[in-house]
């Protein structure tokens, strides 16, 4: 079916054909007049007009780029399947499990708080993983199901609110909120939709949403097997 639209609109499709290091789009991030996009080949930059590739000759420590979050001093940081990036403009930094506190070094989120420390998720299937580690002031800190700050080690999604709390999805465990010093977990129990939170985001009002699916998923099948897909807004 294609419904009328109400509002007319030109979509623009951009393709390896334009300047895009691949098709296969893994993540986008927004920084003023700048796009960012991560894809299974490095990392692109678009300025409305011109197009630049970063891939791991440039500095880039993994080609599949799944997650990209942009601080306050406009360092970019690049979760990839084999470790993170930070990049100042000019500079390439690599953290990883072998120089740093990181927890896993196959990233699947970033999230920026409002103290600027960065969260990056981990996940190795859509069943297991190894929590979320926080960089912050120079030192890391991991939490997981062992330390109870999640229901799952599996962690598709991280987002920081406006109240300065980091809100962490997980596969089959729920969310979890950290308020600074310590966590609250919420589940179908609590009023979530779903146990298997896939995507999160804070709107303007510092409303939560969280999308996921509550059975039947299988993100990693050849088709898509989502039953009872739904949005939760949580206040």
């Known amino acids: ?70 601080d306050a001093q406009g360092n970019k940081w690049f979760g990839t399947s084999n470790g993170v990036n930070k ?24 999230a920026v708080d409002q103290a600027g420390c960065i969260w990056f998720g981990t996940r190795v299937t859509d069943g297991s993983g190894y929590g979320v580690s926080r960089f912050c002031g120079g030192g890391w800190t991991t939490y997981n199901k062992a330390n109870g700050a999640l229901l799952s080690d599996s962690v598709n999604a991280v987002a920081a609110d406006l109240s300065g709390h980091v809100w962490v999805g997980t596969t089959t465990g729920g969310v979890s909120k950290f308020d600074g010093a310590s966590w609250i977990k919420y ?9 298997h939170v896939r995507a999160i985001a804070v709107d303007g009002a510092n409303a939560k949403w969280f999308g996921g699916c509550t059975d039947g998923y299988n993100e990693w099948c050849d088709y898509l097997n989502c039953v009872n897909a739904a949005v939760s807004r949580f206040d």
């Open 187 to 195: 589940t179908s129990y609590s009023g979530l939709a779903s146990n």
């Open 87 to 110: 990049f100042d403009g000019t500079n390439w930094t690599t953290y990883n499990t072998s120089n740093s506190g990181l927890a896993f070094n196959h990233i699947s989120s970033i």
């Open 1 to 70: 079916a294609n419904p009328n639209q109400t509002t007319q609109g030109t979509w623009t499709t951009y393709r390896e054909a334009d300047g895009l290091a691949s098709d296969y789009v893994l993540s986008i991030a927004v920084e003023g007049g700048l796009m960012w996009f991560g894809t299974n080949r490095g990392v692109n930059k678009f300025d409305g007009t011109n197009w630049t590739t970063y891939d791991t000759s440039s500095g880039l420590v993994h080609r599949h780029v799944n997650a990209i979050a942009i």
